[in-house]
């Protein structure tokens, strides 16, 4: 079946630690690609994303992601995590068809920053 | 700051009545937004693509008679869950696209309606 999955459910780690957060996805053709965080009680936020060009995207915060085409991949990275990044993290595929999309999420993978 | 608005933030409500949840485009009109399920620990679930000014298409498996959604406008979406019951408790969230072209689009989400069916 067509999905995206997030290996880690959840992740500890202290401050200053190194995060890489796996994604991957089983569609096929053009897909847009997005990593989103949900910090406690807040919406949803888009954190970076990926459409086209440069496989190696940079979105807020100091968050990073790379486009792998072959591995099906979307990994989420960032070299020093802060406490501050305590939070949820989705990723997301958005499939056009037709002139329509829709977004398939992952998921999740629950962050926690001991500080 | 927000640029949807999803009220109420929270219900409860009886076994079998209806609850109406609104999802507002506060900057933009939406021509198409969307309705989500989230179940504790789990992603959120597509219901539903919202189109404004004519039918809803809802994914496999979510009841069309149940969740009944009305995109009357380009600014207000809203989800209906008829006749509720304990089962349809969970998170219900909803979002709205921004730009053009259709490859170029990105989400934003409300912030969300949790829904408790005593």
């Known amino acids: 079946a067509q999905s995206v999955s997030q290996h880690n459910h959840h992740v500890i780690l202290s401050e200053a630690a190194s995060l890489e957060l796996g994604c991957n996805y089983s569609y096929g053709g053009t897909v847009n690609l997005f990593w989103y965080v949900q910090y406690p009680g807040q919406h949803l936020q888009l954190l970076l994303k990926?459409?086209?060009?440069?496989?190696l995207v940079k979105g807020i915060k100091g968050f990073e992601a790379e486009f792998i085409k072959s591995k099906f991949s979307f990994n989420l990275r960032k070299p020093s995590v802060q406490w501050s990044d305590t939070a949820e993290y989705f990723c997301?595929?958005?499939?056009?068809?037709?002139?329509?999309?829709?977004?398939?999420f992952g998921t999740g993978t629950r962050l926690k920053v001991l500080a | 700051g927000a640029v949807v608005s999803q009220h109420p933030s929270r219900v409860i409500c009886k076994s079998g009545t209806s609850v109406k949840i609104e999802c507002r485009s506060l900057d933009f009109q939406a021509t198409t937004m969307f309705w989500y399920r989230q179940f504790p620990k789990q992603s959120l679930m597509l219901m539903a693509t919202?189109?404004?000014?004519?039918?809803?298409?809802?994914e496999q498996g979510v009841e069309k008679d149940k969740f009944l959604i009305n995109h009357a406008s380009l600014t207000l979406s809203t989800l209906t869950v008829t006749s509720a019951h304990p089962e349809d408790s969970s998170f219900y969230i909803c979002s709205r696209g921004q730009g053009a072209p259709i490859a170029k689009n990105i989400q934003y989400f409300g912030a969300g309606t949790r829904l408790s069916v005593l």
């Open positions: 997301a595929v958005k499939r056009t068809t037709s002139g329509t999309y829709k977004y398939i």
């Open positions: 919202s189109n404004e000014g004519s039918k809803a298409t809802y």
């Open positions: 990926y459409f086209s060009g440069d496989p």
